[in-house]
């Protein structure tokens, strides 16, 4: 079946709050959980969707899934469609941040603002490169050593070390999960490349990008906020790739503030 023409997946979502819509998108091989301690300051204010996408977490999908963009993209609008949201402030983080550059350049009516985490304009050879490490360990080492090395990639060394509770509980949790989906989906966005289409966008952004991020150089995060007119960025130190995890507290006032001030220009160009 062409991509885009699997069969439609209703998505499990959380739905928390009132106010200015802020749908979260979760990456690869993840689920709305890795918004759980962000979502609780965003819903005092706005009203927050957190979807599992398709594949992941509680959402299913056909096993002719081919996890493309126009498929993720046709998941959303069905999403907002259903919960009868015009437009929303779109948030991903990781490969989420990825999807949600894609919909706002495809359906900008339906994004009144963009916030990508740990995102880029372009996978590029040193992503490809960690995500083919990965899909290597897993096949040659088996599950223990497949977590092990995500752990090693994903995290801030000192925040590992003082969640080695939640550590042992991601090497427990990779034993058991299907993988096929977060496959597929890393297949697509080795070959994501927006470059040519960022210069485009014409809504208020906010990059968030950390410096020691060994799976997103942090490069990409000057890069968008150079190629994308207007944008706003943050910059986190001593922090991975999964920053809603490691920094939640960051990640939530980075995103009120930007919601904020979107809005009130907003009201004032209206006003």
Known sequence: MPDGEAAAVELYSQDEGHGPVVLLLHGVGLSHTVWKDVMPSLAEEFRVIAPDLRGHGRSKAAADAAYGFPELESDLLRLLDRKKVDAAYVVGHSGGALLALRFALDHPERVRG?????????????????????????????????????????????????????????????????????????????????????????????????????VVDASHGRILRQSIPGAQIRILTETGHMVPLERPRETAEAIVGFVRGAESTSATATG
């Open 114 to 214: 963009l916030v990508m985490v740990s995102g880029a304009a372009y996978t590029d050879s040193h992503t490809r490169s960690i995500a083919q490490r990965w899909t290597d360990t897993y096949r040659t080492d088996g599950p223990d050593a497949f977590g092990l090395r995500i752990l090693k990639d994903l995290y801030y060394p000192d925040w590992i070390e003082a969640h080695l509770d939640f550590a042992d509980q991601v090497r427990a949790a990779v034993k058991h999960q299907d993988l096929g989906p977060a496959t597929k989906w890393s297949e697509t966005m080795a070959k994501f490349d927006e470059k040519a289409r960022v210069p485009s966008l014409k809504i208020p952004t906010l990059i968030v990008q950390a410096m020691d991020d060994q």
